[in-house]
């Protein structure tokens, strides 16, 4: 009989400065944030273009419904949807029980089952065993050494196309600056046959890819725009200076943005 995996050895920290409390698995690699007088916002700029999803399909409407979030870190992103889409249910993943415990002890994460539900397990196993499929998956799992291991492979890719709904979302969090990221995008690609669109690098190196297989994603930059004001002034998320990046560093074939 097969065991699940022991948690990471690694220690879970916790730093404080300038108003904002980090995560960290045992390094200065920062893992999660949370300015503690905004804990429901999403402090780093990565997590913010995770949820550029939303204006892939259309915004804070009825789109997500169902979410799987693999890796919790701090929980910003499983608290921002909690917060923000109240229609949406969220299973999150996460390999370290630690983690999940630090979560909601000092980064204010909801306890809320029916809305929010945390497992415990591995998310490479979780993703290649079930067959519970979701709008929305978003990917953010890096071990102390920044390494996504099963995380970044084709089978997990491929899982990852089945578990998604007609309409559904792979949202992957990539290092651009790391020497693999060239091969993680291939391997994205081959999973989704090339449907694939890869946004402009973050100053922190945090690059982040969406894919899809069902439902075509075809959306011109005015009505991107259209949305982004939207969603700013719904949830206070400002994804108006991704879009301005998305432009510059990939002009789009007639304004339009295609996956």
Not at 84 to 109: G, H, M, W
Not at 150 to 161: E, H, M
Not at 164 to 172: F, Q
């Amino acid at each position: 009989m097969k065991t699940r995996k022991s948690p990471p050895r690694h220690s879970v920290d916790i730093s404080e400065e300038a108003g904002v409390r980090y995560l960290h698995f045992g390094s200065e690699w920062v893992q999660g944030a949370m300015r503690i007088a905004r804990p429901w916002s999403l402090e780093l700029a990565y997590t913010r273009e995770m949820m550029a999803g939303l204006l892939l399909r259309g915004g804070t409407g009825s789109w997500p419904r169902s979410a799987l979030l693999v890796g919790l870190g701090a929980g910003s992103l499983a608290k921002f949807i909690y917060r923000n889409l109240p229609d949406c249910r969220s299973t999150v993943v996460e390999i370290n029980p630690q983690v999940d415990y630090i979560a909601r002890q000092f980064f204010k994460l909801p306890d809320d089952p029916a809305r929010l539900a945390v497992v415990i397990g591995d998310g490479a196993e979780f993703m290649l065993a079930g067959e519970r499929r979701f709008d929305y998956i978003l990917v953010d799992g890096f071990d102390a050494d920044a390494r996504a291991g099963a995380l970044d492979t084709l089978p997990f890719y491929q899982a990852c196309r089945t578990r998604l709904t007609d309409a559904g979302l792979l949202c992957v969090n990539l290092l651009g600056r790391n020497k693999g990221f060239a091969g993680s995008v291939e391997r994205l690609a081959a999973a989704f046959d090339g449907r694939i669109a890869v946004l402009p690098s973050c100053d922190s190196g945090n690059t982040i890819a969406f894919a899809t297989g069902g439902e075509a994603v075809a959306i011109t930059l005015d009505d991107l725009r259209d949305r982004a004001l939207r969603l700013k002034k719904e949830t206070g998320l400002d994804l108006l200076p991704t879009l301005t990046r998305l432009q510059l560093a990939h002009p789009l074939p007639g304004g339009m943005l295609r996956i």
